[in-house]
């Protein structure tokens, strides 16, 4: 197998990945609160993390890719504070909160499916999850580190710092996460203002709640990943994914929960996504720059200069290092609209793959390129310097000159790195791509038997396929070189 190197967030060093149980992966990923559209905020993580999961496997790993779905829990002003995100669209759209979480779990797989994003092993929810959650309040209490204040359950950072350490993975010590914090007003249940809700109570109006030892109440927001990681992957496993955003508190208060209901920090490679920016701003709601998936794909907001297909969306992606910002603007998707083209023009150049040559070895120059893009790949998944490299193999294709081992062994690569890792595509391909191909086939079969019908005169039998095919919006026509098709 080859080596593959990850930059750890915990100990802010580039590490050789080695897994817990040999030739097994435990990924985790923090999934979406789905209370509105998936948005290029979500198009990183989604495409950053999908290469990772298909990177393992190729290099023969076997995955269980875990991602949660936020549907209860996550407090408009941070996991403490304000309404649910889900409750409050739940109310202003009168409908049931799970009708919010059922309508944007499935625009949130639509846009990941045309990403061209595998779907994970499991996708837990945190509302399926309530009663782990209480098991893990209890333990954390039993252990010290978290008091009932007025039927809220809180987590005691500072007796937990006294004796870990609260901010390992971010490095904010307390002092500084107190600068960021507001001051308790005096309304709030809390004893310090850096300790976080593990149970909120549910306030007489409040529709998201269970019953608990506590009282009536829903689980705090940071909560459930701890507890989906444990049940799904164990008291310790591999990696730990998600946006820069995440790290703290989500990600840090996650570590302390864990020490504290289970004696172990759980994850030993953090791994982080950076943001995405859109003309050098943060993106944002009041900044007018907050773009959708299904707006980008469309084409439809005041930002946008044309439509852009998801390929190019996570090309563009994939054009920068996970771990640096990227810049979205229209020029830069055109940029990367092209150069996909590009690539995938030189794809379908290298033609269909011969076996006999592609035992052979190919040349130096061939052999370079395919060494540099698999370590680029498996030195902190660094995608735009693979890319790169790919270039070079795309001069070469577009020059016309290479030997049938040379072609072979590139064929071999773009199948397996732009295909299998990268996960580019030919647009529209996929389930919708398979679905046509099938119907391809169906109707050669189709027409294959009119065809035999008319040979023998029956012409009833051949009108009686051509009209049942017209039924279901299929016209046939009959022209010399045979019958062709077509479907409205
Ligand atoms: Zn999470």
Redo the contacts with the bound molecule.
Sequence with gaps: MRPLYLTNTLTRTKELFKPIHEGHVGMYV?GPTVYGDAHLGHARPGVTYDVLFRLLKELGYKVRYVR?ITDVGHLEHDADEGEDKIAKKARLEELEPMEVVQYYTERYHEAMRLLGCQSPSIEPRASGHIIEQIETIKKILAAGYAYESNGSIYFDVQKYNRDHNYGILSGRTLEATLEGTRSLDGQSDKRAPYDFALWKKAEPEHIMRWPSPWGDGFPGWHLE?SVMGEKYLGYEFDIHG?GMD?MFP?HEC?IAQNVASRGTRGVHYWVHNNMITINGQKMGKSLGNFITLPQLFAGEHEKLTQAYTPMTVRFFILQAHYRSTLDFSNEALQAAEKGLSRLMAAWKELGPVISSEAEKSPSAEVQAIIDAVWDALCDDINTPIAIAHLFDAVKLINGGKLSAPDKAALKVLFDTVVGNVLGLQEEGAGASGKADKALEGVMGLVLEARKKAREEKNWAESDRIRDTLASFGITVKDTKEGATWTLE
């Design positions: 923090c949660n990943c998600g995440l989500h996650e």
